[in-house]
């Protein structure tokens, strides 16, 4: 069973940033895609960003040049460096692996909140 612990979030001012930690704390397979999510209230959870093990890397729209995912394959862990926030980057956030069979595991969330 892979546990996903994230670390990083916090309350923040428009224009700030904040990096957050996706670390698995038990053996992933090698193969596998890591990515963040996020949830903002009311809404439906959406892609924010994912890095396969080979470092292929997809952002939605709306944090492109602003957001930054990265990955240490050695840690088992996900970053997400998050630069110019906007009050609508306002959510939960949470980290993701995905197997290629279609397994799929899930952190708690880390909540951000960007104030404007």
């Known amino acids: 069973q892979v546990q996903l612990v994230e670390s990083g979030g916090g309350l923040v001012q428009a224009g700030g940033s904040l990096r957050l930690t996706c670390a698995a704390t038990?053996?992933?397979?090698?193969?596998?895609?890591m990515g963040w999510y996020r949830q903002a209230p009311g809404k439906q959870r959406e892609l924010v960003a994912t890095i396969t093990d080979g470092g292929r890397i997809n952002y939605v729209d709306s944090v492109k040049g602003r957001f930054t995912i990265s990955r240490d394959n050695a840690k088992n862990t996900v970053y997400l460096q998050m630069n110019s926030l906007k009050p609508e980057d306002t959510a939960v956030y949470y980290c993701n692996v995905h197997y290629p069979i279609g397994k799929d595991y899930w952190g708690k969330g880390t909540l951000v909140t960007v104030s404007s």
């Open positions: 038990s053996h992933i397979f090698s193969v596998n895609t």
